[in-house]
């Protein structure tokens, strides 16, 4: 069953430094999504892209965030320079069409010391 | 007013029993909504999704959708201890243009022996 693949599965980084999260998302979808979640919070929205471009973004989603489709296959999020406070579980998502049902990679753990 | 609503919980309930979890919300133009379930530390995962009025039925699931009062449930029958988890509803607005997923806090479903 396809599914939607993140790497790292955990990630540690010191404050300051730039990180990289990859996703594989499902092959034919065309909707992509990052969420995060703090631990003991909710599943946040931080950006969506379709077309390659982003189409919705959320306040977290400021200037230290950025999100590309470098590839056929691959979708990054990026953070130029890590606080404290991004530390999270990051999830990736994809749906096929932009009100199907999405589904979510098994996340990456960001933890910034 | 909160985008989702949705019953913290925990809600405890024997096994083989029904379990209901609600959710309202307040994006009127939301068009599709989802149930996902998510274990601790895992990721959000699907398990209903609802279009229309009306219920929809999958398995031991049953998804309630009244667009008018603005309200989700989910009804689990025959619940097991394995259904011990966080089911969080999650309506998909088009407000925004990116389609996200906008998640509750969840509700913490125990299912005990």
């Known amino acids: 069953e396809p599914e939607v693949t993140q790497t790292p599965s955990h990630q540690v980084t010191q404050m300051g430094q730039e990180v990289i999260l990859r996703c594989v998302p499902i092959?034919?979808?065309?909707?992509f999504y990052w969420y995060r979640q703090i631990l003991g919070q909710k599943v946040e929205f931080l950006v969506s892209?379709?077309?390659?471009?982003?189409?919705?973004k959320s306040e977290i989603f400021d200037d230290q965030f950025s999100v590309e489709r470098p590839d056929g296959s691959n979708f990054t999020l990026k953070i130029r320079s890590t606080k404290l406070e991004d530390s999270a579980m990051y999830f990736c998502a994809s749906s096929e069409e932009g009100n199907t049902e999405a589904f979510f990679g098994q996340g990456t753990r960001l933890t910034v010391v | 007013q909160k985008e989702v609503e949705q019953n913290s919980g925990p809600l405890s309930v024997p096994e083989g029993a029904i379990a209901s979890l609600n959710c309202t919300y307040s994006d009127r133009v939301s068009q599709s909504f989802f149930w996902y379930r998510q274990y601790s530390g895992k990721s959000p995962e699907l398990i209903m999704s609802i279009y229309s009025n009306g219920d929809k039925e999958d398995g031991r699931f049953t998804a309630q959708l009244n667009k008018a009062s603005q309200y989700v449930s989910l009804l689990i029958r025959d619940s097991q201890p394995s259904d011990s988890a966080t089911y969080l509803c999650a309506p998909r607005g088009l407000t925004g243009g990116g389609n996200k997923l906008t998640f509750g806090t969840g509700t913490q479903l125990k299912v005990e022996l």
């Open positions: 892209f379709y077309n390659n471009e982003i189409s919705e």
């Open positions: 092959s034919n979808h065309l909707y």
